[in-house]
């Protein structure tokens, strides 16, 4: 399966044409920062399991004639530019409607995803234009998965105060008392704000509960070119929910902390687009 590299000052990212996944970002201390899972399976049809899987038009499957998380993960991207500068390297991947899409969601559209690799930071976003000429309704989401050396020792702070949808616990809407969020146990929250509220990114930091950080996150979102209430979901299956492509212990060595228009369906007219974005500093 085909993949662009994209190194910066000892930095190097890789990036498969399929499902536009990211799949490892190594620093140029040489160390791992993303996930994927011993398991995964690279046979061009079922997404990755791990790295960064882009997610649209549906975040899980409201949409039962749609895979769960759309069909952006599984599709063939395309390369779209290579651009270097001193300060960053840039990759960008595009993806449109085709037969096969519009046999889900009948709807023109264009996918950008854009890496921006500098000596310190990953920076992605994924964008998604309306190109018709009638409004539609998606949801998109970055699902990164950060290499971490054991999930019980991680906490993702910055979340206090912000409402949560607890999928573990029946979709029961709860806020966030903690001042950093624990991964004990099998997490699936989608943390959001007050409908209406807030327009800020989301920055979090994913450390080690018992001090050191060891990623700097910040999140982001924009509508029809303005900022939006970005949301975070987290998620950790540990052994009880790890999927066929993530044999235990694998769930140990991750975290996902995604950034996305997912907590409800948004509307894009046409002609306009949403971004999702996020900047990744590792300490
Ligand atoms: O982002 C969390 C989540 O929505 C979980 O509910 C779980 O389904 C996870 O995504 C993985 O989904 P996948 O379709 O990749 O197995």
Redesign the pocket.
């Known amino acids: 399966m085909d993949t662009v590299v994209l190194r910066h000052a000892g930095a190097e990212v890789e990036v498969y044409l399929f499902g536009g996944t990211l799949c490892s970002w190594k620093t140029a201390d040489g160390q791992e920062r993303i996930f994927v899972s011993p398991a995964a399976v690279f046979d061009g049809k079922k997404?990755i399991?791990g790295g960064v899987?882009l997610v649209f038009p549906q975040?899980?499957q409201p949409d039962k004639s749609m895979p769960?998380?759309g069909f952006a993960r599984s599709s063939l991207w395309s390369l779209k530019a290579l651009t270097d500068n001193a300060d960053h390297s840039v990759l960008v991947l595009g993806l449109e409607d085709s037969e096969a899409t519009r046999a889900l969601f009948p709807f023109p559209f264009q996918l950008e995803f854009t890496v921006v690799l500098s000596a310190v930071s990953l920076r992605m976003s994924l964008t998604s234009r309306n190109t018709g000429d009638s409004p539609f309704n998606f949801q998109s989401l970055l699902?990164t998965y950060f290499a971490v050396p054991s999930i019980g020792d991680v906490a993702v702070r910055g979340l206090a105060g912000r409402k949560f949808i607890d999928?573990v616990d029946g979709g029961a809407e709860k806020k966030e008392s903690a001042a950093q969020l624990l991964v004990p146990s099998f997490t699936?929250r989608v943390y959001s704000d007050p409908a209406g509220v807030a327009t800020e990114s989301k920055d979090v930091v994913v450390a080690n509960k018992d001090g050191g950080a060891m990623y700097a996150v910040s999140n982001g979102a924009t509508v029809g070119g303005a900022p939006r209430a970005v949301d975070v979901?987290v998620?950790n299956?540990y052994a009880e929910a790890s999927?066929g492509d993530l044999p235990p212990p694998a769930f140990e060595s991750f975290v996902?902390v995604?950034p996305g228009l997912v907590a409800t369906a948004h509307e894009l007219a046409p002609g306009a687009e949403a971004t999702v974005s996020q900047m990744i500093m590792p300490f």
């Open positions: 997404a399991r899987p975040f899980g769960q998380h699902h999928k699936d979901v998620w299956p999927p996902c995604e």
